[in-house]
């Protein structure tokens, strides 16, 4: 055979593959397809034209209310992204009356647009990719705060007034593409409010973030959130990436991370035939055993399992407070904290007694413990660094110094940050025992939070206006050396820096930091490992408290958080631990 004749057969084989692969066909359920007695809902129609999340757009929105659906009970609610997808009145008909989901009623959004003034000289904003694409909770509170409540003073044609469930176990979102990521975006935004997750060929790629999750996902506790996930061999491989191998790594990093999932691969390409045939079966799975609630698996992630204990949840310490910061914690376990506006010291004792201190704290901030038993802050209010004993009276060890955090070394020798905003360099300041004072370095922008290590041999610098935490090697003479970026911190998608704030160390090692995310768990060679959500979202410091230092109490805004782990506070009041050594 000579090699045009072999080219030519070559190229009518690899023709009539992809003719093959185009030409996909996939069997409907039964419930896809309109039966017979079975009572259909009523679809309508709507336009939102005043959201404040995204001002200026416009879209239209569909409701579907079923049959069977009662004013006097709050409906189930799913919501899809693209407008309505899949059949899916027909779907929610057949599963409903087959008792195969529970009522629901289906809201289709419409991504949003900002018309042109003259749309015959210029093009609208279409508005899709920065909704759907993008990471953060700006979609998800669009739903919550204005589609749904806006859905709620609809009525269905016989008068029904609408209201809908706000448990999240009772709320679906779903969509395909850049829908899909949209929908799994809210849920892991908002996973008290979204529960259950339908994604067929998603985006999860390097348009605006999409490809971070799989890695996330790996690294973050596990969320109770239920997903079915749908892609296809033939699916997008262009410039953001490749959609195919992007969704076989989520069902990977699902998986490793305990989620309750669900998948089903084929060989089509980007488009909805494999979705509009597995749809119905979707729906069955994501609400099965509905009411009982979506539960949170358990992770391989070796660092989540050796911190945290299972079913051990957040609790509130206290709240009301305008700005709560400086957690540190003395050699009875017992835990204080700073509330920076309103110049008040709190404790908290082992037993969980929580008190005021009767004293003016001269809006302290940083607070750390010494081996001689006192307590010293960084008084902003006087810029001084104070130490109280335990009688509380005080004692001025410092002046001058704007100090934001600090740590008081076994040897007695007192490290302070000193940051002057975000974009001028800050000052570190080592204040030895007999009260000399030296700035050790300069040049972190906004040095915020400072810890020892365990052997106290090194410090750990937070630098809020970045993604960094930096460390430095301790002389014998207490100053610094071999400064050096450490940790590289995750951040929010709408944030430019981690703000990283407060940091502490757990005797095997591990650097805890609170940042924009909660808190976030280091190595010792620097790689965040694990993070650890808060109720509040933003961590502004941490502590180790309790009788065995196995609580961590955790400052955010306006309220303490405290939470039992399986791990034990590095307390720089002890004598100098030396951690195993690092994997590498």
């Known amino acids: 055979m000579n090699k045009l004749l072999l080219f030519i057969l070559i190229f009518i084989l690899q023709s009539d593959i992809f003719s093959q692969i185009n030409e996909l066909k996939y069997q409907l359920d039964s419930a896809s397809i309109e039966q017979a007695g079975v009572p259909k809902g009523e679809i309508l129609k709507f336009t939102f034209e005043h959201s404040k999340i995204f001002p200026g757009t416009g879209r239209e929105y569909w409701v579907y209310i079923p049959v069977q659906y009662q004013s006097e009970k709050p409906a189930c609610v799913y919501i899809n992204q693209d407008g309505i997808q899949w059949k899916t009145p027909t779907v929610f008909d057949n599963l409903i009356y087959r008792n195969e989901m529970p009522v629901t009623i289906g809201v289709f959004v419409m991504p949003g647009r900002v018309l042109a003034a003259n749309s015959t000289s210029a093009n609208d904003r279409f508005n899709r990719s920065f909704e759907y694409d993008g990471l953060g909770d ?5 739903i919550l705060e204005e589609i749904l409540p806006e859905v709620e003073k609809q009525k269905s044609t016989d008068g ?6 706000k448990s999240g176990n009772d709320r679906a979102i779903g969509g395909s593409s850049s829908g899909a990521v949209c929908a799994f975006t809210a849920a892991w935004e908002r996973p008290k409010d979204f529960t259950r997750v339908f994604s067929a060929i998603g985006t ?3 348009l605006r973030g999409g490809d971070r999750y799989s890695t996330l996902i790996r690294k973050y506790e596990p969320k109770p959130i239920r997903i079915f996930l749908q892609d296809g061999t033939n699916d997008l491989n262009i410039y953001a990436g490749d959609w195919w191998k992007a969704n076989e790594t989520m069902e990977r990093a699902l998986s490793f991370a305990g989620y309750e999932l669900n ?8 488009n909805g035939n494999q979705g509009a045939s597995i749809f119905p079966a979707a729906m069955r799975w994501l609400w099965k055993d509905w009411p009982k609630p979506v539960t949170t698996g358990i992770t391989k992630n070796q660092y989540l399992s050796d911190i945290l204990i299972p079913g051990q949840d957040w609790e509130l310490v206290g709240e009301g407070y305008t700005f709560t910061e400086g957690t540190a914690t003395n050699a009875s376990g017992t835990v204080f904290f700073q509330d920076i506006p309103n110049s008040k010291t709190y404790k908290i004792t082992p037993d969980g007694k929580l008190t005021t201190l009767p004293l003016d704290a001269k809006r302290a901030s940083g607070t750390a413990f010494g081996p001689d038993g006192k307590r010293y802050v960084a008084a902003g209010g006087t810029k001084q660094i104070l130490s109280y004993d335990a009688n509380e009276h005080e004692k001025i060890i410092a002046n001058s110094i704007d100090g934001n955090d600090l740590v008081v070394a076994k040897n007695g020798n007192v490290y302070v940050t000193s940051p002057d905003g975000i974009e001028k360099p800050s000052k570190l300041f080592l204040i030895r025992p007999n009260g000399e004072k030296v700035v050790v370095d300069e040049g972190i922008k ?3 939070g400072i810890a020892l290590t365990p052997d106290q041999t090194q410090l750990y610098v937070t630098e809020s206006a970045s993604k ?16 050096q970026r450490f940790g590289w911190l995750h951040l929010p998608d709408e944030a430019e820096n981690a703000w990283s704030d407060g940091i502490k160390c757990d005797t095997a090692g591990r650097v805890y930091v609170a940042s924009r995310l909660g808190i976030q768990v280091l190595d010792q060679l620097g790689r965040v490992n694990a993070i650890i959500p808060i109720p509040g979202g933003q ?3 941490c502590c180790f408290g309790g009788s065995d230092f196995n609580i961590i109490y955790v400052s955010s805004r306006d309220k303490v958080y405290r939470r039992k782990l399986k791990v034990r506070g590095a307390n720089p009041f002890e004598a100098p631990n030396k951690p195993k050594a690092p994997n590498l």
């Open 539 to 541: 961590a502004s410091n």
């Open 446 to 448: 906004y040095a915020n």
């Open 263 to 270: 998948h089903v691969w084929g060989a089509d390409g980007h």
């Open 468 to 483: 960094w935490v930096w460390i430095y090697s301790i002389n014998s003479d207490g100053t610094l050396a071999n400064k």
């Open 204 to 206: 999860y790629v390097g």
């Open 138 to 142: 700006a979609y998800a509170r669009f």
């Open 160 to 165: 029904r007034e609408i209201h809908l469930s």
